[in-house]
């Protein structure tokens, strides 16, 4: 319990003192530290993925989104995740390859984290600080079903910030700030015009 414990207040602490995305230090896909400065001056989306899931095929609306604009400044960082429904499974070595088989991914991929509870990635109680639940499209064809599963778990989960599902975004601004952020079910061409009045 004491463990666990400092954990948590270790995680809060860091969270609580960074100044911006750039304060923090993630684990690459070999394990290795990584700091998140390296991509000051950047507009970043940040978005927690998975392998098995109805909303992975937006991996190929991600990389044609990495392709038209990485020239100009932008990266998507990708953070496997298998908190929901255990949809990221295997090795990063195996998620790479079927990233770069699939999608033929380019963006840089980091290794697998959690985004909620007492394991949770500090950067990820940073970014749930800054900017919470932005509620589901409700005409798109998967938002109903995640509104009607999540509410039976809990009436009350629109209220809290923790991430509902795969796919979840953050758009940063060159600064490292958090500006906006984006559920699975959001049109990536809504994203788009947010990253393009970013880069300008």
């Known amino acids: 319990m004491k463990k666990l414990l400092l954990a948590l207040f270790t995680?809060?602490?860091?969270?609580?003192?960074?100044?911006?995305?750039?304060?923090f230090t993630v684990k690459d896909a070999k394990g290795n530290d990584f700091s998140l400065g390296a991509y000051k001056g950047k507009v970043c989306l940040i978005v927690n993925t998975a392998t098995r899931?109805?909303?992975t095929p937006q991996y190929t609306e991600l990389e044609a989104l990495y392709e038209k604009l990485s020239g100009q400044g932008f990266e998507i960082l990708d953070f496997p995740c298998n908190q929901f429904g255990q949809q990221a499974p295997g090795t990063m070595e195996e998620i790479q390859e079927f990233c770069q088989?699939?999608?033929?991914?380019?963006?840089?991929?980091?290794?697998?984290?959690?985004?909620?509870?007492?394991?949770?990635?500090?950067?990820?109680t940073y970014l749930k600080s800054k900017a919470g639940f932005a509620g589901f499209?409700?005409?798109?064809?998967?938002?109903?079903?995640?509104?009607?599963?999540?509410?039976?778990?809990?009436?009350?989960?629109?209220?809290?910030?923790?991430?509902?599902?795969?796919?979840t975004?953050?758009?940063?601004?060159?600064?490292?700030?958090?500006?906006?952020?984006?559920?699975?079910?959001h049109?990536?061409?809504e994203m788009e015009n947010d990253i393009v009045a970013l880069l300008k």
């Open 53 to 55: 899931c109805g909303f």
């Open 137 to 167: 499209d409700m005409n798109h064809k998967i938002g109903k079903i995640l509104h009607d599963m999540l509410s039976k778990q809990n009436a009350d989960y629109a209220k809290e910030p923790s991430i509902k599902w795969n796919f």
């Open 187 to 189: 049109s990536i061409t």
């Open 11 to 23: 995680i809060l602490s860091v969270s609580v003192m960074a100044q911006n995305v750039y304060d």
């Open 101 to 124: 088989l699939n999608y033929n991914t380019k963006f840089p991929q980091f290794n697998k984290i959690e985004v909620n509870g007492p394991n949770e990635s500090g950067l990820y």
């Open 169 to 185: 975004k953050f758009l940063i601004d060159k600064e490292g700030n958090v500006i906006k952020r984006y559920e699975p079910t």
